[in-house]
Structures are given as C-alpha cells and as structure tokens.
C-alpha cells in the first residue's frame, strides 16, 4: 500500500494542485448532486402525487349510448332513459382492492318550504339540466325545484370538499351513516339568510308536491370562486343541499330506492385507473352503464415531474460525462507534467498499476473533500433549479391544461354548473360539461403541490449515490488518462 | 554476476547498429566506469543492463539468468539500482521519505525502517532535521548524495550510475565516487558508471571505453 502514502503526501506537498482540483470536482459533483437531488425528488413527488392527488373512476348511465337509442327511435315522442346504477352493484365493484373509497351520488331538484331560496339575477326556468346533467334523470318530472339536492354516501369524499373547495364551517358533513335519514348540509349563504343553524330543522317539497323535513346537521361553505355563476337558482352553489343518496333517492321517487345517478371510486393508485377500468367493466353491462377516469390532477402533477425528472436526469448524465472529459483532460496534463516521477517509479521496478492506482488514490483523496462541499452546495444548486423547473413546468402545464379545456369546455353533456354544484360527480362532470373550471383548479392545486412536493433534502442515499457517480468519474478519467503511462518508457523519459 | 552476450543495439537499421556482439562481464565488488565520447551509446548500454530498455540482439544475464526471463520489471525491482545524473528524486518528498519509498517498492530488507534510512542519511552528511525537509531545499551534491543512499537502501547487488557527477563541482564529485567505492568494497556491490570525466573513470576499478563501436577493457590506473 506504499502507493497510498505516496499519494497522501503528494496531495499534502501540492497544495496548489489539489486545492484547484478540488474545486473542479466539488463543481462537477455539486451539479451531479442537484441533478440526482431534482431526480430523486422528482420520483418521490411522482410518489406522494399518487397519494395526494388521487384520481376517480365515475360509473354512471351510458350516455353515448342512451343518445344513440334516442335518436334511431321510431317513435315521435322522444324521451331520454338513462338507467339508473344499482347500489349492490357499485358496492361489488368497491370491493376492489384498487379502491380507497367510494361516493354514491344521487342528485334531483326540490322547492324550499320553510325558508326562501337564494335567488339570482336572471334565472331561466326552461333550462332542465341539473348540475352535472344529474336532473336529467329525474326523468319523473317536467318542472325543477329551486333547490339541488345533492344525496351522497359521505361529503367527504366528494371533491368539492375534499380538494378543500368547500370546507363545513359549523357541525358536521354527511357520513354513510346517514343513510335513511333526514340529515342535510346546507350553505353558509343560505343559512344566513334564513336563519338557519346547525340542529334547526327546515320543510322542502319534491317537485311531485311531497313535503319532507329535513334536519340540518352542518354548514358549509363554498369557495368564492364557485358562486359567481349566473342562471338558474339551483344552479347557485347556495342552493345546493347535500343529503344521504337515499334521501335523493326518496325525493325523486320509490323506484329509484337502491339506485344511483352515479358511484365515483376514488382509487388509492392513480396508475391503476385503466385496470380498474377494465375490472369494473366486467361487472357491468356496458351498453346500459358507463365507466370514465378522471386522474387530470394527478396527471397535470405528473406531467411537469416527468418533465423535471427527465431534465435532471440530462442534468446528471451531462455533467458526469463532460466532467470525466474535462478532469481526464486536466489529469493527463498532470500526468504529462509528472512524467519523470512515473519514469523513476517504473525504473525503481514499480508495476504500472501502482503507479495508476496512486493516481486513483490522490484523486480520491481529493473526492472526499469535493464530496463534503458538494453535499453542503449541491443542495442549494439543486434548490434553486427545482424552484426554476417547477416554476418553468407548472406554467407551461397550466397554458396546455387551460387549451384543453377551453377546447372541451362546449362538450354537450348538459349542466353548464359551476364545480361542484353537482355534488359528488362534479370532477366528471366539470371535465366534460362545465368547461375548464375544474382542471384549472385541479391545475393551481397540483402547482401548489407540487412546490412543496419537490423537497431537495440531501440524504444519505443521495450521498451515497453522488460517491457512487463521483468514483466513476475518476476512476474513468483515471483510465482515459493512464493510456499515456501504459505507454511510458522509463529509458524514454529518464534518459535522453 | 552480471554479463551481457553478443548483445548488440540499433534504432532503425541493423546497419546502423550503435555496437554488436558485445561480451562483458562485471564481478561484485567492483567499480566499472564505462567512458566514450558524447553519442556513442554508453547511456544505452548503461539502460541495457539495467533493465530499461532490451538489446536488439543477444541477452543480458543476471548470475547466469537472462534478465529477459526475469521480467524486467522484476529485475529492475530486486536486482538493479540506479543513479541519474539529474538525481530523479520525488521532488514533493523529503529526503527521508524519498529513500523510504524505493525501501518500500523494492521491498529492501530494511523496508519501512525509518532509523536505518536516517542512519543512512546521516553517513552522508545529512542529519535528520535535513532529511525531514523537502529534497528540492537540498544542493545538487546533497541530492545526488541521497539518491545514492536510495540506490544503497534497496539492496540491489547491481548499482548503476549515468553521470552521477555531471552537475557536481570538484570535491562533491570525490565524495560522490568515494560512496560508490564504499558500495563495492565494503558492501560487495557490482557498481557501473557511465562518465565522460577521466578523473571518476581513473577512481574506479576498471574502465571500459567505448570506441568505433568497440568496447575496450581497460585496467584502471589508480591514482
């Protein structure tokens, strides 16, 4: 091991040399380790965007289906029959191991009795399509009430409220044991208004001319962004009550009872949506029922974190490799500048490999300290370029996602409801009718998310992969260099 | 001990051969000086038998063994030491461990005995405060005097010297070939100089002149 003294008090005699190669490797690995730190952040965002963001697989009535029905229909008195989900069904589909939970939604319209409605500017009374198309298949009725009434398994787990959109200000929100009760939710705007608080009771009356008495167990309250809509009253987000599905279900009728508009699953893997798909359909009847993915949040967060990763990944790639050229290059010049050294080793009777594993030795010697300031640099390097890339992906991803929306905003699934006015569906139903109210939303969130997402800690791991980078690096450009004293003639350099 | 047989040497042609069938020997205990006009080919014959270059023709023999066969790697390492006229110390290393280190790659009896390098160092005027300091802080004569005692401490039985005194003034140059008598004489060592000065090629015991591509042996005339 007499290569490794040689190589210590070489490193310790030339100070000069080991202190400007110190600074070229803590360079090089510096970029190296904000590459790998953006990259490893990056799959650990793409991870936790899995958790967080989520995405939703919604079994509804086959519309696409139903239309084609409607119009080879013969008969001159066309009506649209959409089929109505069966609970037991969606219940089997739940099952699943692919799913997290599960919302069973049921929207129909209904008058106020014991209290007044918010009313809008301009309301327009022949417009049937309830929030999300929902009232359309209340197909029971011709009139509409000026109230939504939203019936879902649970508020939690309806968009609206799980993307923080809409937030119970008072009481609590409906659970799934609230199923067969009179329980509701109302908005913060409407119990205002009337007087109304948590554990007040209030009278609505269903389309038909049935009276129900409902009893208000929280209040909530919907973002300022989502009440600027105009049209009619139910479509006010103020106007929307959220009930059990069965509740729904009792308003629009007793042959609904067991049925649902729709079952949105909320999946617990994002990535899983297309075999999920694929099971849900084999339990249903694809020609009555539809089953459509929704898993834009987690897609508008994936996109820019495939974008980062893959550049960071250049980054790495890049620098190790142009760092190997340019220290290859400076140690060959060494080597060149050392050559009577290498000549008297060799005429001493040194092996060759010694001689490149001193080489290898100071330059390792050198790694270690270039490895402590590139842990402690890199991790602001790397900061700073996550800041850029994220701000950079997010903006190019929220310009893309607005096109798109804006271009499928006039799809003509009826509505026209500002999000989450149709209750548990709304990310469904936002996606295809509403416009791109949703997927900007879906869009602000993930930039948000994904800010604090793209942490560039420096850990043990990273280190440990940085040393990893910074050894091939050397021991390359060792070996590109050390072509010339495999070449080396000691009579050549000694005497002449 | 060392023998070189029908050795010859040339660059590009073998016309132009420096010398062919060259047979001498060299016994231990000896001083040759090996003298010849500048570009006659004794630094090449000196790197022949030092295992830094091959022949072009016929082998050198260590004891009997062509060196060829003991690697020359090998030979270098345990057989051969040698001296250069521009001393070739490790100039990021002091004098100490600049002999420390040949002790250690040559594997000499004595490797990593820092107080026998010391002893070493201090029978030839430098003292250990001298031989701590970096070599490149010594004069030329204490240089080539340590790069002696590098060639000593490595227990090679064959020391070769190219110039040894060629950048010495008058009484290093004594000093210097007085070091190499005593690595004959007292050690038992086979010690070959290349010189072009008559006056290190009259203090050794035999002279080899190299003239018209003929080696000569000649008796030395001990002053």
């Known amino acids: 091991m007499n290569f490794m003294n040689r190589a210590f008090l070489n490193v310790k005699a030339k100070k000069g040399r080991t202190l400007l190669l110190t600074l070229v490797l803590s360079a090089i690995l510096m970029f190296v380790l904000a590459g790998i730190l953006i990259q490893n952040a990056a799959t650990t965002a793409a991870e936790n965007a899995k958790e967080s963001a989520g995405a939703t697989v919604t079994l509804s009535a086959n519309r696409e289906n139903a239309f084609k029905k409607l119009n080879s229909s013969s008969s001159k008195s066309k009506k649209l029959s959409l089929a109505s989900v069966s609970v037991k069904t969606a219940k089997k589909i739940a099952s699943s191991s692919y799913i997290?939970?599960?919302?069973?939604?049921?929207?129909?319209?209904?008058?106020?009795?014991?209290?007044?409605?918010?009313?809008?500017?301009?309301?327009?009374?022949?417009?049937?399509?309830?929030?999300?198309?929902?009232?359309?298949?209340?197909?029971?009725?011709?009139?509409?009430?000026?109230?939504?009434?939203?019936?879902?398994?649970?508020?939690?787990?309806?968009?609206?409220f799980s993307s923080g959109s809409y937030k119970i200000t008072s009481g609590r929100g409906i659970r799934s044991s609230d199923a067969g009760t009179n329980n509701v939710v109302i908005e913060k705007e409407l119990a205002k208004e009337n007087n109304i608080s948590v554990g007040s009771t209030i009278k609505i009356k269903s389309t038909s001319g049935t009276k129900y008495t409902l009893k208000v167990v929280g209040i909530y309250k919907a973002s300022s962004t989502s009440s600027t809509s105009t049209g009619t009253m139910q479509s006010d987000p103020s106007n929307t009550l959220y009930t059990a599905y069965t509740f729904a279900n009792k308003l629009k009728g007793s042959k609904y009872s067991g049925t649902a508009d729709s079952v949105v699953f909320n999946l617990s893997n994002p990535a899983k949506a297309n075999k999920f798909i694929k099971y849900a359909k084999s339990l249903i009847n694809t020609n009555k029922f539809s089953v459509s993915k929704d898993d834009s949040t987690y897609q508008s967060m994936l996109t820019p974190l495939n974008n980062i990763k893959s550049f960071a990944n250049k980054i790495v790639w890049l620098v190790a490799i142009a760092g190997t050229i340019i220290l290859a290059l400076i140690?060959?010049?060494?080597?060149?500048?050392?050559?009577?050294?290498?000549?008297?080793?060799?005429?001493?009777?040194?092996?060759?490999?010694?001689v490149i594993a001193q080489f290898f030795a100071e330059m390792f010697m050198i790694m270690i300290v270039s490895l402590v300031i590139a842990g402690i640099g890199g991790k602001f390097v790397g900061s700073a370029l996550s800041k850029q890339l994220v701000s950079q992906q997010t903006t190019t991803t929220a310009t893309t996602t607005s096109t798109t929306g804006n271009s499928t905003g006039g799809a003509p699934s009826g509505g026209g409801a500002p999000s989450g006015g149709g209750g548990g569906n709304s990310a469904p139903s936002g996606k295809s009718g509403g416009g791109n109210m949703m997927t900007t939303a879906a869009s602000s969130t993930s930039s948000s998310q994904l800010s604090s997402q793209l942490s560039t800690d420096v850990d043990i791991l990273s280190l440990a992969e940085l040393g990893g980078f910074g050894l091939s690096i050397i021991f390359l450009s060792i070996m590109l260099a050390s072509i010339g004293i495999m070449r080396l003639e000691p009579k050549k350099i000694l005497i002449s | 001990m060392l023998e070189t047989k029908d050795i010859g040497y040339w660059y590009d042609h073998q016309a132009n051969a420096l010398y062919r069938n060259v047979n001498l020997q060299f016994a231990e205990g000896k001083t040759y000086a090996i003298v010849g006009s500048s570009g006659s080919g004794k630094t090449t014959f000196l790197s022949l038998i030092a295992g830094l270059d091959k022949p072009s023709e016929g082998e050198v023999l260590y004891n009997g063994r062509a060196i060829n066969k003991i690697g020359l790697t090998n030979y270098r390492n345990k057989y051969v030491s040698i001296v250069f006229q521009s001393y070739n110390l490790f100039t990021y290393m002091s004098a100490l461990d600049n002999v420390l280190t040949a002790m250690a790659i040559t594997n000499s009896q004595h490797k990593g005995d820092k107080e026998y390098a010391i002893d070493m160092l201090s029978k030839i005027g430098i003292d250990q405060d001298m031989a701590k300091k970096n070599v490149q802080r010594l004069s030329g004569g204490q240089q080539q005097r340590v790069a002696i005692v590098r060639a000593m401490c490595c227990d090679a039985k064959v020391v070769v010297a190219d110039e040894p005194t060629g950048n010495l003034d008058e009484t290093n140059t004594r000093e210097t070939i007085e070091l190499f008598q005593e690595l004959a004489h007292a050690q038992g060592k086979c010690v070959i100089i290349v010189t072009h000065e008559p006056e290190v090629a009259k203090m050794c015991d035999e002279t080899i002149e190299l003239k018209n591509k003929e080696f000569t042996t000649k008796s030395a005339i001990k002053a």
């Open chain 1, 331 to 354: 140690i060959i010049l060494m080597i060149r500048e050392r050559r009577y050294e290498i000549g008297v080793l060799l005429s001493l009777g040194e092996k060759r490999w010694k």
């Open chain 1, 100 to 160: 997290k939970s599960y919302n069973i939604t049921t929207s129909t319209t209904a008058n106020a009795k014991s209290f007044d409605a918010i009313e809008t500017s301009s309301s327009n009374s022949s417009m049937s399509g309830g929030p999300g198309g929902k009232s359309n298949s209340s197909s029971s009725s011709n009139s509409t009430g000026d109230l939504t009434i939203s019936g879902v398994s649970a508020t939690s787990t309806v968009s609206s």
